[in-house]
């Protein structure tokens, strides 16, 4: 079974990913637990949202980094398989979803539309998702800001 | 992750979050415990061989991985013009509580009816989960009469 192929701009963004790692120290952890990690502090960033924002924008950076990381460590140290594509994309849409579900309108519904876009990516074997919590993270800056 | 866990789990950070979980009991009850109903055709299959069986991927059906989240929250979408918010907000946080944690902590095929790939995300050991299962129930519950009680 192979792995959707990324558009343009999936690869432009995975190859800048390696460049950018390419001397970094990557830990050998395994990246399906990176990936988890993602989730469990999503639900950490609704926790914290409503007493600390700066704080909750801390969590949410962290939980961007943790999915560059798991990437960026499957690449080095792993070879890309199948089952760290599925793990990937269900725990970026699981994330997605805890996030959105407290700040709902119009986030929830680009996060619905982003599930229905990932059931396509595996069928067409296209990967087209939209980047949501990266343009969340700017939002939120300025929205604190 | 057992029912009980679910709505343990859900009703503790709905109450952290929003404040006022005691007054949205009824709907934390039914969306985080409505997707485990879709283990009861398995339960019917298997009958007498139940208690020896584990509740494993094959009990789950498209409802529980992502395509059943993708129906949920497209169904949720269209009830944000006839429902209100705070409801929509428990109802969804529920629901992804519980794909959250049964993806976190068992043996799910997030792809089915696509793939029928099984995933173990591994954060604990397979012999080991049943014990964490145990012990956050005691503890949940703890927390749960505090929040309720309290």
Redesign the interface.
């Known amino acids: 079974m192979d792995k959707p192929k990324r558009s343009f701009l999936g690869k432009f963004s995975q190859n800048f990913i390696q460049k950018i790692t390419k001397n970094l120290y990557l830990p050998k952890i395994n990246p399906n637990k990176i990936s988890a990690l993602s989730v469990i502090f999503s639900i950490l960033f609704i926790i914290f949202f409503n007493y600390s924002r700066i704080v909750s924008l801390f969590v949410l950076l962290l939980v961007l980094l943790f999915d560059f990381l798991d990437g960026a460590i499957a690449k080095r140290y792993y070879k890309e398989k199948i089952d760290g594509y599925i793990i990937d994309v269900t725990c970026d849409r699981i994330s997605e979803g805890i996030i959105f579900s407290i700040f709902f309108f119009p986030w929830f519904f680009l996060f619905s539309i982003n599930l229905w876009l990932t059931i396509w990516s595996f069928y067409s074997k296209k990967h087209i998702v939209l980047p949501l919590r990266h343009i969340f993270i700017f939002y939120l800056i300025i929205k604190i800001l | 992750m057992n029912t009980l866990l679910h709505f343990l789990i859900s009703f503790i950070?709905i109450d952290?979050?929003f404040g006022n979980a005691k007054g949205y009991i009824l709907p934390i009850i039914l969306f985080s415990m409505l997707i485990d109903l879709d283990h009861l055709p398995y339960l019917i299959n298997v009958k007498k061989n139940v208690f020896k069986r584990k509740f494993g991927a094959e009990s789950r059906s498209f409802l529980h991985e992502?395509?059943g989240?993708?129906i949920f929250?497209?169904i949720?979408?269209i009830l944000?013009f006839f429902l209100s918010?705070r409801l929509?907000?428990i109802i969804?946080?529920c629901l992804?509580?519980h794909?959250?944690l049964d993806?976190?902590f068992g043996i799910t095929r997030?792809?089915y009816p696509?793939?029928n790939?099984k995933?173990y995300?591994?954060?604990v050991k397979k012999e080991f989960v049943y014990i964490l299962e145990t012990f956050l129930t005691f503890i949940l519950l703890i927390l749960f009469l505090v929040f309720f009680y309290g």
């Open positions: 950070i952290i979050i992502l395509l989240l993708s929250s497209s949720i979408c944000f918010l929509l907000q969804s946080l992804l509580l794909f959250s993806f976190l997030p792809l696509f793939t790939k995933i995300l591994g954060i």
